[in-house]
Structures are given as C-alpha cells and as structure tokens.
C-alpha cells in the first residue's frame, strides 16, 4: 500500500519536472565524409550529459543521428566509422569469394558496365546499387529488433530524403529505420535512388540539408544544430563529376541553410571547409576537427544539462552477433529467377543458425549476381525461439548490358573486347554472353548458361579463336630455317552439365565439336603453306574446378586448381593417322603472403596423353608468357611460343612478387619443365629439365594489369622483353 501510495505521489512531481525542464534537440547536417565530424559532437553532449529529446538529420547526419537515436554511444560511433572501409562500402565492393563461378572463369576482363534498355545503351544510375550501404545499417541496427522501425528507436528521430519527381523534401519517421538512412544518404551519382513507399527518393541534402524549422515544429525548446556544409568550389576545383554535382546541388543547399541557422539556439560549425563530401580516406583528421569544435562548446552543454531536472538513463547497445535459428524462408519479389536459384546463391536452408554477420555474407553471394537493385530482409521471432527470415527482392529491371576491355600482348597483339550480356534471354535463371574480340586477330567467345542454383546448371559454349605467329623451327633437312610461321584457328562448341559447390568447386562433364585447322609456311617452296591439320575432332570430358584466389590477379593468398580428363573419339581424319585416346591435363595453383606486401605464387601443371598415337595436333607446347592461350598450348618463361612440345609434361613456376607501392609490383619469376613422350616412364623427374627466369615491373591499372617484364633461359643463352597491357581475354 505505501509503494502504492508513494508512486501516485512521485508520478505528478516528474510530469511536472518534465514540463518545466525544456526540451533539447538535436540537428546533424548533410556533408558525406564532413559528416564524421558530427561525432566529437554527441562526444561532448555524452560528456556533459544532457538527455536528447529528439534527434533529426539528413544523409551523413541521418546515419550518425540514427544511431545515436538507437543507443549507441558517441565512442561506439566513433569505432563503427573507424573500422569501416566507406570506399569499399559505397562503391559494392565484394570480395572474390562471394563472384559466381561463371564470373571468375568469364566475366573478370573488362574494366567499364553500361546497361543497355530497349536496344540503346545508356549510362548507369550511379556509381554503386548501395547494397553494401543497406548491409551495414541492417547489422547495425539488429540490435533493435523485429522490422528495425522507426517505433523500436529510445530517442525520437526523424531524417530527411527527396522525392525524384518533383524535388520535394520528404520526412521519414515511420517504417523501416535501415532503408530511410539508405533513402536519406544516397548521394546522386554514387549510389542508386531508393523506391520507398511508394516514391523515387535520393540524397536529402538536394531539398533541405539542415532540417532546422522540423525539429522546431516538433515543440522542442533549445536545438542544437551542427553544420558540416563547405562551400561553393572555385571553378578550378571543378575536376570530377561528383565536385560537379556537389556544386549545383549546393546553390539552393546554402540558401536554405542560411534561413535555418538563424534559428538555433546553438550553432556549431567545424573548420573542414577543405575536405569534401568523398575524403572518405581522411575520416580521422576530419574526426578531429570536429572533436576541437565541439570543445569550444563544453560549458554550453553543461548549462543545457544542467535545466534538465530529469534525464532518462541511455540503455547500453551492442552489435548483436548471436546465432539465430532459421526455422522458415520466405522470398517476395520473384520474377525471372527461381527459389531455387535465390536459395542456392545465398547457400541458406532451413535449418541452419546464422548470425547478422553471416546473413551479410551471404547477401553478399546473391549481390554479386548483380540480378538485384535491391535486397533487404527482415527476421520475426517465433514462439519455440526460432527466426523465420523473409527476404524482400528489387530484381533489376536491367535485362541486358554492354562490358568494355583492352588488351595487348605479343601473341594476340591488340585486342578491343565488346562483352554483351542479356538476362533471361529464354526462361528463367539464364544467361546469354557474348564476347566480340576486335583488333589484330578476330575472336569470338558465346555462352549461354542456365544457373538453377542448388541443382545441376547445364549450358552451351561456342568459340572461334585464332592467331598467327612465329614459331621455332629445328629439321635436319632444312638447316637454314630457324623459324615458321604458324596459322592456327580453333572453332569449339561444348555442351556442359555441371554444378557448384559454395563458390569454390565446380565440377561437371561435357561433349565437345572441334575444328582446328593449323598451317605453316612450306619450306620446300612448292605451296605457299604447308597444311599440317584441318580435321573435325569429337570428345567427351569430366572436369573438376576449384577457385579460392582472393583476386583475379596479383592474388595474395588462396587455392586454385583446374583437372580435366578428356576421351578423344571421333575425328574427320585429314592426315589419316587418328586414333582413340584419352588425355589428362591439370592445374594447381597456391598463393601465400608472408606480409602484407610479399606474396609467393606457385602454379603446377601436367599433362599426359595414356597412348601414343602418330598425331601430334593435341600434344603439349610449351613457351611464351601468356595468360589466355587455348587447348594444350602452355606459357614457359624463357622460350619462345610453341618452342618446345611433346606428348607429356611437367611444369612449375614460382613467383615472388612485392608490393612496393599502392598498385605496384616487383616480381622474381623461376619456372621449370620437362617433355617426354612419358615424363612417368622411369623415377627421374629432373631429367632433362628446361629452366627459364624473368623480372618484371606490373602496375594494377584500371584497365588491367600493365607489364614490363625480362626473361632468358641459360639452357639456350636466350633472352627476351616481354610486354602485356590490360585484362587477359
């Protein structure tokens, strides 16, 4: 009865207490990267320990203010935005390990993606999807559970986006708390527009950067604004398309801010005039600039605090890492892929325990199909303590695209890569891909696959690749003759059956329809060239694949592996000496980094025909330092192309490379080799080895890796300059 007796009692004194203390917001301003400096901000309002009644922001200001809405401390902020590679985040980085198996094989070589509509190409909507950018708020904000809602926040909030159509502002306070942040930070040109409720929003900093006037119509007494706008670029500063746009949206920007600021109660602005919206590089001197503003302010802060008579205590927060039983999967938003494809590249089933953090990485997985504008999930507790996990798919309304690559090589010699690709081209999970190789030797490369995700994928693959070249020549008839030049054109088409296994193995059996037609110069002078094939060739093939290299190139650490054993059956017979074989050819490869900069590479191969057969057309020929030659033909630095060959052989390099600089690397390169008729037939595998070395100079360029590199050979006292620019294709 007395506790009865004293709440009534103590409930009138803090309604009381509340009305007479006033009511503080706070107002965080739009600025990318500036925006960090909002943080020695709420360290301040923390250290002097006044209680936000409500906290509004736009873009970076909206992210900051979202979490501090949601329990984080101003130190655990600080941590967040100190832990977190923002260039990589905004641009949709993946790692290597989330690309599909189609991706690494086929789709690492070009260096510029426009989407193409309706038969016109056009330009992208802006630098990234924001995938990454949606990720990271769902992580962070698990920790308020169920839909992560604007209702679950302890501080009132509300951030500010615009509306696409009509360049409104809008006001986003109720629904999903993640996608109003992504809504309110997407900044034209790098990220994507957000569709939300209904309408086209981006970054609103375009309509009203400091939303001043909203706090004050919230009823709120003393607001506290914090600026972290710049100003207006001189025009030689005007040197990319993001100052560009940053320029033109500021004009109206400023305007508007300049009526706000007259009404605050507290008017913070940090010294950061020349840092722009993208040094996201540059996040702790501009943490400190704000830190040395908000200093300036630390006797204010402690007035505030001290007219409130009655404070709310801040609950603790922390990033929820706990494992979740998924009892059920839902999927909205399917179209043109299946459940069972959506499914197979998240590599979730029912059943299993995941963690927020797990479910970022396998969005990631689906993420890097880039079938999606779009992927957001939520999960809802059930009564026996599991999660169902419903995901809500954008699939991209981008049905094809158009890739760009360049290459130079001595063999090819340069090359322009048009990559078309169509989705959907005649049912569901398809891809249809098309390379035109344009330059010194036309080529062409089609695929067509079928990706059914958990079940077997099955596909189509068509290329016609030829080259001319200079070739070594030794005959004891002709001993005046060093050299012949080689003609050589291969036309394939496989039919394949394959599956994957967690983006890593890949393995699969294929039929396989050759033409190779290879001619040489006559040296008898009776012809202009002496044909020495040009037969049709039948065989059937099991491959296994493996792929765990954390780049496409200059990889630092990871397994590589490619084995294939193929059954020759049938050929059209233009030299009368076929016969039925089979043959074996493998690769294992295995990177490791000693520091962050020394990495050895090894890479193994072999070869072996099991019979011995009077045509020489699928024998192993070794030489040259390419990465994209066909059939049996093998790089052995050294040697010229071609220059040795032989029914069966063994190889491996080693390379030493050093990242002496962002970008650039110094490389030591060994490799070793023998060619037998059988290299197994007795024990001695060091019999009769070929050796050669190179140095080189590579710079990881964006069109691809430029390099320079030295080779020789002391088996023969040769030398060479090798020279290669671009991706290999």
């Known amino acids: 009865m007395k506790k009865l007796i004293l709440l009534l009692l103590t409930i009138p004194i803090v309604l009381f207490s509340q009305q007479k203390q006033p009511k503080v917001g706070l107002v965080l301003s739009g600025g990318g990267a500036k925006g960090f400096a909002h943080i020695g901000v709420l360290k301040e309002i923390d250290k002097a320990g006044i209680h936000l009644d409500y906290i509004g922001g736009t873009s970076m200001g909206a992210v900051i203010g979202g979490l501090y809405a949601a329990g984080y401390s101003a130190k655990q902020i600080e941590e967040i935005i100190l832990k977190t590679d923002f260039l990589k985040v905004l641009r949709d980085v993946l790692p290597r390990k989330a690309a599909t198996f189609f991706e690494k094989e086929f789709g690492e070589n070009t260096f510029v993606t426009l989407p193409v509509n309706k038969g016109k190409i056009g330009l992208p909507r802006g630098v990234s999807k924001g995938q990454n950018v949606l990720n990271l708020l769902l992580e962070l904000f698990d920790p308020l559970d169920g839909n992560q809602d604007f209702a679950k926040l302890p501080t009132p909030f509300f951030c500010i986006a615009t509306d696409v159509e009509d360049g409104s502002s809008v006001i986003l306070e109720k629904g999903a708390l993640p996608m109003a942040l992504r809504a309110s930070a997407s900044f034209p040109s790098l990220l994507n527009p957000v569709e939300y409720k209904g309408k086209l929003l981006v970054d609103g900093g375009v309509a009203n950067n400091f939303p001043v006037s909203i706090m004050k119509d919230k009823g709120i007494d003393i607001v506290i604004g914090v600026d972290v706008e710049g100003r207006l670029f001189e025009k030689d500063k005007i040197n990319s398309v993001v100052a560009l746009l940053n320029q033109i949206m500021s004009y109206q920007m400023y305007q508007n801010t300049d009526q706000e600021i007259k009404k605050l109660d507290v008017y913070i602005h940090p010294d950061i005039y020349k840092y722009s919206v993208v040094d996201f590089d540059k996040k702790n001197k501009i943490l400190e600039k704000g830190i040395l503003e908000a200093k300036k302010y630390s006797k204010v802060f402690e007035e505030i605090a001290a007219k409130q008579t009655v404070k709310i205590a801040r609950k603790p927060i922390e990033i929820n890492t706990k494992k979740m039983l998924i009892s059920y999967i839902g999927i909205e938003g399917i179209k043109n892929y299946t459940r069972a494809y959506v499914l197979g590249k998240l590599n979730i089933i029912e059943g299993d325990s995941l963690s927020k953090q797990d479910l970022t990485k396998k969005i990631h997985l689906l993420s890097a199909t880039r079938n999606y504008n779009k992927i957001d999930y939520n999960l809802i507790k059930r009564i026996d303590g599991s999660y169902l996990l419903n995901f809500k798919l954008k699939e991209s309304n981008e049905t094809a695209n158009i890739k760009l690559g360049l290459h130079y090589d001595y063999l090819y010699k340069s090359s322009l890569l048009a990559n078309y690709n169509h989705k959907w081209l005649l049912g569901k999970n398809d891809l249809f891909s098309l390379n035109l190789i344009l330059g010194d030797n036309l080529r062409y490369d089609l695929n067509y696959f079928v990706d059914n995700g958990f079940y077997f994928s099955y596909g189509f693959r068509s290329r016609y690749n030829h080259f001319r070249s200079q070739v070594p020549f ?94 020759y059956l049938w050929s059209s017979d233009f030299n009368n000496d076929f016969e039925m074989y089979p043959q074996a050819k493998g690769t294992l490869g295995f990177a490791t980094s000693f520091t962050d900069n020394l990495t050895l590479h090894t890479t193994n191969e072999a070869g072996f025909s099991f019979k011995q057969v009077a045509s020489s057309t699928f024998d192993f020929f070794l030489g040259g330092n390419n990465q994209n030659y066909i059939n049996n033909f093998v790089s052995l630095y050294g040697y010229e192309f071609a220059e040795l060959s032989g029914a069966s052989f063994l190889k491996s390099e080693f390379n ?38 190179a140095i080189g100079y590579s710079y990881n360029s964006f069109i691809g890796p430029i390099e320079l590199k030295y080779a020789w050979t002391p088996d023969i006292n040769k030398s060479v300059l090798l020279f290669n620019l671009g991706f290999w294709f």
Do not use: C, M, W
């Open 474 to 567: 030794k005959e004891a008839s002709s001993p005046d003759i060093n050299s012949i030049s080689l003609r050589y054109s291969d036309l394939t088409n496989q039919f394949f059956v394959q599956t994957t296994f967690k983006r890593k193995f890949a393995v699969g059996l294929k039929t396989e329809l050759k033409r190779i037609k290879a001619a040489t110069d006559n040296i008898t002078d009776l012809d202009d060239k002496n044909i020495s094939d040009n037969s049709n060739y039948f065989n059937v093939s099991g491959y296994l694949k493996l792929d765990t290299y954390d780049k496409s190139y200059f990889v630092t650490k990871g397994f590589y592996a490619d084995l294939a054993f193929k059954y």
């Open 656 to 693: 030493l490379r050093y990242q002496f600089y962002p970008k650039h690397y110094f490389s030591l390169i060994a490799n070793y080799a023998r060619l037998e008729d059988n290299v197994f037939k007795d024990i001695d595998l060091f019999k009769n080895v070929k050796s050669g070395y």
